[in-house]
């Protein structure tokens, strides 16, 4: 079946610092991928997508590319702030979402 | 436009008692999902409704049943609850659009 991969966490860097999170899928034909974002007692909030091979998500500053070759679509963002702590899940849509089990990220000033 | 709505927001049951989570979206989506989230587990799939009408069973299902009353709402119900089954529960529209969450616990 359909799995997502993710870096475990949790990951804590400095304001400014460039951030990454990788993800790895497995699935049958072509999954739409997505990250989304979670902040405490909130439900999850869509961050981006990509629909197809070398597609490039980006939204506030985060950005993840679709790389069919490498089943990846690992998220970046060159500088991080305080308010971008949270916690981050990859997942994938095939007909229905499958989900990575979160990697919580938090940033020090 | 509210998105998507989730009662009750907080529930406290005893193992045994029945009760039903409610979910409601104004998007006029056809997909509708239910979803537990357990800590360092992510987002585990128990039901699922591609449109009104049909439902299909996720990654989780037992001790679930959902019904999807019309296009608006998708509802989850737990008959005989249990303690395995405390968990925060999101209904979703869409891929995109998550409630806010319903915090459940079975003693």
């Known amino acids: 079946g359909d799995s997502v991969t993710q870096m475990e966490g949790p990951v804590t860097l400095s304001e400014e610092a460039f951030l990454t999170i990788n993800c790895t899928y497995t699935?049958?034909?072509?999954?739409?991928l997505f990250w989304y974002v979670q902040y405490p007692g909130e439900g999850l909030q869509l961050l981006l997508k990509?629909?197809?091979?070398?597609d490039k998500g980006s939204n506030k500053g985060f950005e993840a590319t679709y790389r069919k070759e490498t089943t990846s679509f690992h998220l970046e963002k060159g500088s991080v702030q305080v308010s971008d702590s949270a916690v981050y899940f990859c997942?994938?849509?095939?007909?229905?979402?499958?989900f990575g089990d979160g990697t919580t990220l938090t940033v020090k000033p | 436009n509210a998105g998507v709505t989730q009662t009750p927001k907080f529930q406290v049951l005893k193992t045994g008692q029945s009760m039903t989570l409610q979910c409601a979206q104004d998007?006029?989506?056809?997909?509708m999902y239910w979803y537990r989230q357990d800590p360092g587990m992510g987002l585990r799939l128990i039901y699922y409704?591609?449109?009104?009408?049909?439902?299909d069973k996720g990654e989780v299902p037992n001790g679930y049943n959902v019904s999807r009353l019309n296009k608006r709402e998708f509802s989850l119900r737990l008959e005989s609850a249990a303690p395995s089954q405390t968990s925060v529960y999101f209904c979703?529209?869409?891929?995109?659009?998550f409630g806010p969450g319903t915090r459940l616990t079975v003693l």
């Open positions: 990509a629909t197809k091979a070398d």
């Open positions: 998007m006029n989506h056809n997909s």
């Open positions: 699935a049958t034909g072509y999954p739409s």
């Open positions: 409704s591609a449109s009104e009408g049909t439902t």
């Open positions: 997942a994938l849509n095939a007909g229905k979402s499958t």
């Open positions: 979703a529209s869409s891929y995109q659009y």
